[in-house]
């Protein structure tokens, strides 16, 4: 009998595992990092890019079961919020700009929703239809997050151009960073 009860349990716990795609790993992953600050370098950008020769600090400030937002402070502008989202097995981006008085930039909630479950390491998000009519340029825009155990790359690709970025954040130092981003006083 405890060997047909042991079979039972490893089938329930395959089953299970099963059911997990890779965007509910990936989210599983991120929320680990939950109030953690790390340090990040780029890793590619054009030349005149404003955030080279800058501190750069992402902020698992604030996770819930279906939202996780990260600050993004490059040097002494707190104005950036990569929101993440969820929902029906899919993960959305949207970037949230403000201003230092905490009101929306004009160009804000950017972003897209990944088509697939993505790959446990890897999401991608399109430029969907709203930031298609915000800033029409960036309609060919995808970006993406690459993460393992050491390493959270956000990364952008216009597609069509030469036009990319990366920024590699180290996973493995957490840093200290009492800054808040604007619009969350």
Known sequence: MKT?????????????????????????????????????????????????????????????????????????????????????????????????????????????TASNSGLENIQMFPADDFTCKLIPYASNNVWWFTLSDNTLTYNLRRIGTVRFFSVSFDLTKTVLNKEIPWGWE
């Not at 937002?69 to 700009?97: A, C, Q």
């Open 4 to 112: 047909f009860t042991m079979f039972i349990l490893l089938i329930a716990q395959f089953s299970f595992s099963q059911e997990k795609n890779g965007a509910s790993i990936f989210w599983e992953k991120l929320k680990e990092h939950c109030n953690n600050a790390y340090e990040g370098t780029i890793e590619e950008a054009p030349d005149n890019d404003d955030f080279r020769n800058k501190k750069l600090i992402i902020h698992f400030l604030k996770c819930d079961e279906n939202t996780i937002k990260i600050p993004f402070f490059v040097g002494e502008d707190k104005s950036r919020t990569w929101v993440l989202t969820y929902n029906n097995g899919v993960i959305t981006l949207k970037h949230d700009h403000r201003h230092k008085d905490g009101s929306e930039d004009k160009v804000t909630q950017y972003g897209g």
